[in-house]
């Protein structure tokens, strides 16, 4: 179950990250909007990546990951998929991989706004600073660190998230497609799992 816990939380995020997804199965269930096609997923998280590999390289470097166009990496992380009440049980409940990611922005911040890595913040960095893009920014840097598994300061085709694999594990029945039924079963094992945790 542990396992399942932590392969979804991180495709959610995934799925957050690539907007593959996200925009249609996740965002409300309607029955129009399944049976969700395996090979559409992956060829999808393919053209994705391929548009994020400006220089093709078959990788993507940071740059390019800060370039990439992923909707607001942060903001479903906090908001979003939260069942339930707000605020404090969500966050807990949250914990683990997401803390330590907003952990790890949050020392981003600190060296972007750092300008002249002096380690402090003068008042001159910090109102010249734009906040909002600083915040973006360095979500995306704590991100990729987070997902370079083999810190070779370039993302692989295996190190992005690819909504893909999520969508592979909800398809029970292998029949190349993600029913409704199957994604409410999906959701009902990761809620099982999220509680049991
Ligand atoms: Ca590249
Ligand atoms: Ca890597
Ligand atoms: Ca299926």
New binding site residues.
Partial sequence: MHSLYKRSSIMMFALTLSGTVASTAFAAPHSDRFPISLADAQAKAEARFAE??????????LA?FENAKLPHPGKRLHGKRQHGKKGQRGEHRRGGKHSKIRTAAKEEIFAILDSNSDGSISKEEHSSADMRATRKLAMKRAMFKHLDKDKNQ?LSVGEMPNPANFLSVADEDNDGYVSQEEMRANRRAIHRARRDN
């Fill in positions: 994020a590999d400006v220089d093709g390289s078959g990788s993507i470097d390019e370039l």
